[in-house]
C-alpha cells in the first residue's frame, strides 16, 4: 500500500525519537511494541496526539485498542482508515 | 501476635489457606501455596547471605514473582526496595548504591539490562532470577527463584526483627537533587494498612485490582490490606482504558485504587459504555482528579463509594474524604484518617485558624523513619511536634508535608499549592534539579529551570526553560531525544523555550516564581 509507506516514515521517525527502548532495541515495522513494553500507556497518549496533529485525524476512545498500536505497521493502516473515514465524511 | 508484615500473610494463610490470594493473568495462587512459597524464598534468601536488615531491591513488573519477593523478604529479615520499572539503570543504580543494596531481584532480560550500571557497586552480593538464566554471565552469583521454591518449609520459623524495625524503602523525589529512599517501619507498614482498610472497610470478600506500582505507597498499601484481611489480589500490567475495564468486569473487581492519569484514561477510555455493579469501591490519590473526570465516574458508577484520598510516601497516607461529602465539598482532600492528627500550622509552628494558608503537618503513627542515610533532608521533613507540652520533650516527631493547605470550618482541608517547586506529573514526584542535571549532561546548555504546568491528564507536564551556551543555536528535538534516552517518560520535559537569560532572585538563584508568572501561573 504505498500511500501508507509515508505514514509509516513518520510514525517510526517519532517512535524512534520518543521512545528510547525503541532505538536501542531497533525495532522493526513488525515488532509488537505494546508486549515488548516500548510503548507505555503515557506512550499511546503521545502517540495519539501526534497522529491527531501530522495526519489530522480523529482519534474516538473506541479506538483505543491494541489492534491498532501493536505496531509501527498497525498504526500506519490505523491512521490511513481514519484519514478514509474523515474524508468520506467531507 | 502479628507485628511483622509476613505475620499479616501467616495469619491469612491459617484463616483462609484455600482462598485465593495473588491472581495475575492465568497465575492463581491461594494463601497456603503464597506463604509456602515466601517460607522457601526467605529460607533461600537467608541462605544465599542475606542477614537482618539487609537491603534487597525488588525490580520486577507486576507479576506474582513480585508479590512473593516482597514477602519473602520480610520473612527473612531484610529490607525490600520495590523499584519501578520504568526507571533507567542509571536510576536503578542510583538507588542500589544509595541503600547499599545486597540482592536484587529481577528477571534474567531485565538484569541484562541492568548490568553494565550495576557492575561497580560493591554491596551488590547476589542476584536473584526468577526464570532460568539466559547464559549471560554475570560477575555475581545468581540464584534461581525456582530453585529455592523446592527447598522444604522450615518447621519452627525464627523471626528476627520487631516491629520498630525497617521493613521497607520507597525510593520517591522531592524539589531537588536524586530520590531519596524514605524508611517504613514494620509499624508503620502495619499502621497504613490497618488504618485505611479500616475507613475503606476491607474484608476477606475483598478482590483488589492492582494498577499501581508497589513502589509507591498507596499501591504497596493496597497489597498489604489485601493480605492483612485475606482478600484478593489481582494484577495487571496496562496499556489501554479497555484493559482495566476488562479486567474489572472479568475477575468480578471490587475495590480498585488509581491516581488521576488512571481515572482520566478510564472516563475517556469507554467506562460510561459498562456497568460495574460488583465495583465497591474506588479511592484516588497521587494528586486532585479533575472535576470533569470525577463527574464522568459519579455518573458512570452510580453504586461505588468515590474516596478521594491524599498522602505522601513519607507519612505513608494523610487524609481521606468520605464519599457522602462528595456532593457539599467536591474540591477537598478531605480529613485526618483514623489515628492520625492533621495540623495546618503557620511559619512559627502556630496552629492556623480555619481559612488560613499553612503547612499541612501529618502527626500519627505511619510517620515515616525518615529518609535513608540523609540525617539533614530528615531533619528538614520531620521534626519535633511543636504543639506538645515541653514537658514531653522531643519525644515525637512529625512529618511536614511541604503541602499548603487551609482548612475550613468543619475540619475539612483543601490543598492550596506547594511551599517548593516539585513536580507531580501522572501520579510521580519529579525533582526539577533531577531534569535540569539532564538537561545540562547535553553539554549544549548554559541554564536551564523546569516548572510544572497544569494538565487535565496528568496533573502538571514540564516545560523546560533553557539558555544556550556561549548563544549558540539550540535544537529542542535534539535535547528532548536526549532527555528520552536518559529519563523515564514522565520526567521528559513536553516543551522546551529557549531564553537569552533566566530570572534571578537578588540573591541570584533561579527565580521560578517569575516563570511560573511567565506562563499566567
Known sequence: MPENTDAIVRIRQFILQRFPLAKRRKVTDQDNLLESGVVDSLGVLELVTFMQQEFSVTVNDEDLTPENFQTIECMAQFVARLALQSGARE | ?521
Open chain 2, 1 to 521: 501476635m502479628d507485628f511483622l508484615i509476613h505475620h499479616m500473610l501467616r495469619n491469612s494463610a491459617a484463616t483462609y489457606p484455600e482462598k485465593e490470594a495473588v491472581v495475575h493473568g492465568s497465575r492463581r495462587l491461594k494463601y497456603r501455596e503464597v506463604a509456602d512459597r515466601c517460607a522457601s524464598i526467605a529460607s533461600g534468601l537467608r541462605s544465599a547471605s542475606m542477614q537482618r536488615g539487609d537491603r534487597v531491591g525488588i525490580y520486577l513488573d507486576p507479576s506474582v514473582e513480585q508479590v512473593l519477593s516482597i514477602f519473602s523478604v520480610s520473612q527473612g529479615g531484610g529490607v525490600y526496595v520495590p523499584i519501578n520499572t520504568v526507571l533507567v539503570p542509571e536510576q536503578v543504580a542510583h538507588i542500589a548504591r544509595d541503600c547499599g543494596m545486597k540482592a536484587l531481584i529481577t528477571t534474567p532480560d531485565k538484569l541484562a539490562t541492568l548490568a553494565p550500571a550495576l557492575h561497580d557497586i560493591s554491596s551488590l552480593q547476589f542476584f536473584v532470577l526468577t526464570d532460568p538464566p539466559d547464559g549471560n554471565v554475570q560477575s555475581k552469583p545468581c540464584h534461581a527463584l525456582d530453585d529455592w521454591l523446592r527447598l522444604p518449609v522450615a518447621e519452627q520459623w525464627s523471626d528476627w526483627g520487631i516491629s520498630k524495625d525497617l521493613a521497607a524503602i520507597l525510593y520517591t523525589s522531592g524539589s531537588t537533587g536524586k530520590p531519596k529512599g524514605v524508611m517504613l517501619s514494620h509499624a508503620n507498614v502495619m499502621a497504613g494498612s490497618t488504618i485505611v482498610s479500616t475507613y475503606l472497610g476491607i474484608s476477606d470478600r475483598e478482590r483488589i485490582l492492582a494498577v499501581l506500582p508497589f513502589s509507591f505507597d498507596a499501591g504497596m498499601n493496597q497489597l498489604m490490606t489485601a493480605f492483612e484481611h485475606g482478600a484478593t489480589i489481582v494484577l495487571i500490567k496496562f496499556v489501554f482504558a479497555k484493559e482495566i475495564i476488562n479486567a474489572l468486569l472479568g475477575e468480578h473487581i471490587t475495590a480498585l485504587a488509581g491516581v488521576p492519569t488512571v481515572w482520566s484514561l478510564l472516563a475517556n477510555g469507554g467506562i460510561v459504555k459498562h456497568k460495574f455493579p460488583e465495583l465497591r469501591y474506588i479511592t484516588n490519590t497521587g494528586g486532585a482528579m479533575p472535576q470533569a473526570v470525577l463527574n464522568v465516574l459519579r455518573e458512570s458508577l452510580p453504586t461505588t463509594k468515590i474516596f478521594l484520598m491524599y498522602g505522601l510516601t513519607e507519612a505513608f497516607r494523610s487524609t481521606y474524604l468520605p464519599p457522602e461529602e462528595l456532593d457539599r465539598r467536591p474540591t477537598s482532600m478531605g480529613k485526618a484518617i483514623p489515628d492520625t492528627e492533621i495540623l495546618v500550622l503557620n511559619e512559627h509552628g502556630g496552629r492556623c485558624e480555619p481559612g488560613e494558608v499553612g503547612e499541612l503537618v501529618h502527626r500519627g503513627p505511619t510517620v515515616s523513619m525518615g529518609y535513608w542515610g540523609n540525617r539533614e533532608a530528615t531533619d528538614r521533613v520531620l521534626k519535633p511536634n511543636p504543639l506538645l507540652p515541653p514537658e514531653l520533650g522531643d519525644c515525637e516527631k512529625v512529618c511536614y508535608s511541604g503541602d499548603l493547605v487551609r482548612m475550613d470550618d468543619d475540619g475539612f482541608l483543601y490543598y492550596v499549592g506547594r511551599r517548593d517547586t516539585m513536580i507531580k506529573s501522572s501520579g510521580y514526584r519529579i525533582s526539577p534539579t533531577e531534569v535540569e542535571e539532564v538537561l545540562f549532561q547535553t553539554g549544549k546548555i548554559r541554564q536551564a529551570a523546569v516548572i510544572g504546568i497544569p494538565d487535565e491528564v496528568l496533573g502538571q507536564t514540564i516545560k523546560a526553560f533553557i539558555v544556550a551556551k556561549d548563544g549558540a543555536p539550540l535544537d529542542c528535538d535534539a535535547i528532548q531525544e536526549f532527555c528520552v534516552e536518559k529519563m523515564p517518560r514522565y520526567m521528559v520535559p513536553k516543551n522546551f523555550e529557549i531564553l537569552q537569560e533566566l530570572p534571578k532572585t537578588s540573591s541570584g538563584k533561579v527565580d521560578y516564581p517569575a516563570l511560573r508568572r511567565r506562563e499566567g501561573l
